[in-house]
């Protein structure tokens, strides 16, 4: 079983950066899909990028590209998501889940919040 952990929400202006980190713990990481993810009051929950086990491959939602970043670092159990640029239309809840091998989600965060004022 794992545990995920986010952390580093917070208020920012728009056109400002934050980094949020997704702390794991319980079982071992380095085999683990890690996803971040989005809700925003009153809309579904998105999809904003991904990372393999390795780190060697990232996906991203089109309206991130260029100015959102995922790593891991998988010493420390944590993958990240560099945030630049932001705008206020993504002020949101912002989670992370873990899925294993097989694809299958087995653990999410209780999210951080993200708040970007016009």
């Known amino acids: 079983q794992v545990r995920l952990v986010e952390s580093g929400g917070g208020l920012v202006q728009a056109g400002g950066s934050l980094r949020l980190s997704c702390a794991a713990s319980g079982r071992s990481f380095t085999g683990l899909t890690m996803g971040w993810f989005r809700q925003a009051p009153g809309k579904e929950r998105e999809f904003v990028a991904g990372?393999?086990?390795?780190?060697?491959?990232?996906s991203y939602t089109d309206s991130v590209k260029g100015r959102f970043t995922v790593s891991r670092d998988n010493a420390k159990a944590t993958v990240y998501l560099q945030m630049n640029s932001l705008k206020p239309e993504e002020t949101a809840v912002y989670s992370c889940?873990?899925?294993?091998?097989?694809?299958?989600?087995?653990?999410w965060g209780q999210g951080t919040q993200v708040t970007v004022s016009s």
């Open positions: 990372i393999n086990w390795s780190g060697g491959s990232t």
């Open positions: 889940n873990a899925r294993n091998s097989l694809g299958i989600v087995i653990a």
